[in-house]
């Protein structure tokens, strides 16, 4: 069955605009394993996930952007010529809108509205999913949205909502999130290397469902520690320089490598160096233990990545890591970690297909246990990239 918009997005158009909309999905993405590496031209392995941000579009006869979600407060508007950030939940919009006009797409004014079943803040990818939707959209009102064919189009647009994020929203991003949204495929992860930007789909193996188990905290440092982190893997590659002059990125570097140079690195970011450069080889591993299903193995390589966010990178937190602790004992659990940016958000779990009901309760009791917090659990799909409802 196709994926349907809620109800509630056709209903708050009838007041919103009088013309009929065309309706757009771009997924949520979970990063099963590979992470902080995209933004070190590293190796991810993200899906697209069967939550998604909708949007209803219509165009307009002049050139305004009048932009209004059922998430946020307040109805955004800005004309096309002069585009500029706003300091509001829109500048994800505006900016994606701004990116594309930069690189020659004619845009007409729109009206949009945004309706996102992607919890904010999990680690899910909801700023990617609306820039990259609001994108198609604005292109796809003007016939010029990317077919699933069109690799080149696709890429345009996953740049552009980049490019949206560091401009417009003001946090500095890596290619992994807008990539999976416009390049996935159901049933699929996406191998994705990031300096190369070459790309693999990876099935997925029957008769496994993906457990997100969403911690509920959300820390208001998470994106200025995003930020630094980035800061501190650059200040591990100046570092390195002294004895590898050509280096641009960790990616370069093999664990062996690093350990030869690494007490040229000063803390933190020797310990951020580590995560990353062992992080690109736990996805290589991570890719062949499900070609595999070794569950087993994979087990411990999501462990490995886990461990190496908490204490080489410093991205997990307690509530993580009680929720990676509370799905470990659960039925039906195979393999989870942290995933997303950290600081709070969401764990994701491999867990067999017909103990859905079994995890969710064994994870719920066990976390209200540690945290004294109540755990959201939603059990997704890998889904398509984004593109007509």
Request: aromatic share 4%; proline share 6%.
């Amino acid at each position: 069955m196709s994926p349907q918009p809620p109800p509630a997005l056709l209903d708050a158009w009838r007041a919103f605009s009088a013309s009929p909309p065309l309706l757009y999905r771009a997924p949520g993405r979970v990063n099963l394993i590979g992470e902080h590496t995209d933004y070190n031209q590293g190796l991810v392995l993200p899906c697209a996930i069967s939550l998604a941000t909708w949007i209803a579009a219509a165009p307009r006869d002049d050139d305004t952007l009048r932009v209004a979600s059922l998430q946020m407060e307040g109805i955004v508007t800005a004309r096309l010529t002069g585009l500029a950030p706003q300091r509001s939940w829109g500048d994800g919009v505006l900016g994606v809108a701004a990116m594309l006009a930069r690189d020659g797409e004619r845009l007409r004014g729109a009206n949009l509205l945004i309706a996102s079943e992607i919890p904010l803040g999990a680690g899910l990818s909801s700023s990617a999913a609306l820039e990259v939707g609001a994108g198609f959209a604005l292109l796809a009102l003007t016939d010029r949205a990317p077919g699933p064919a069109d690799r080149a189009g696709r890429w345009r647009l996953a740049h552009a909502a980049q490019a949206a994020e560091h401009q417009f929203v003001g946090t500095r991003c890596g290619i992994m999130d807008p990539a999976c949204c416009v390049l996935a495929q159901a049933d699929h992860a996406l191998w994705l290397d990031c300096r190369s930007l070459d790309t693999q789909l990876v099935p997925l193996p029957a008769g496994i469902r993906l457990a997100l188990c969403d911690t509920g905290v959300r820390h208001a440092l998470a994106s200025s520690e995003y930020n630094r982190r980035r800061q501190e893997c650059e200040a591990a590659v100046a570092a390195l320089r002294a004895v590898r002059p050509a280096l641009t990125s960790l990616r370069e570097l093999t664990p062996s490598e690093f350990a030869e140079a690494a007490e040229r690195v000063p803390e933190p970011a020797r310990r951020r160096a580590r995560h990353v450069i062992s992080e690109n080889q736990r996805v290589e591993q991570a890719v062949a233990a499900l070609a595999a299903e070794d569950w087993p193995r994979l087990r411990a390589i999501l462990a490995a990545s886990h461990r190496s966010l908490r204490e080489d990178f410093e991205v997990s937190s307690p509530e993580l890591d009680a929720m990676v602790a509370a799905a470990e004992s659960a039925p039906g659990f195979l393999a989870g970690r942290m995933t997303g940016g950290g600081f709070g958000g969401a764990t994701v779990n491999f867990i067999r297909e017909g103990s859905e009901e079994a995890f969710a309760g064994g994870v719920s009791a066990a976390y209200r246990r540690a945290s004294g917090r109540e755990a959201a659990i939603r059990i997704v799909t890998a889904a398509d990239a984004v593109g007509p409802a």
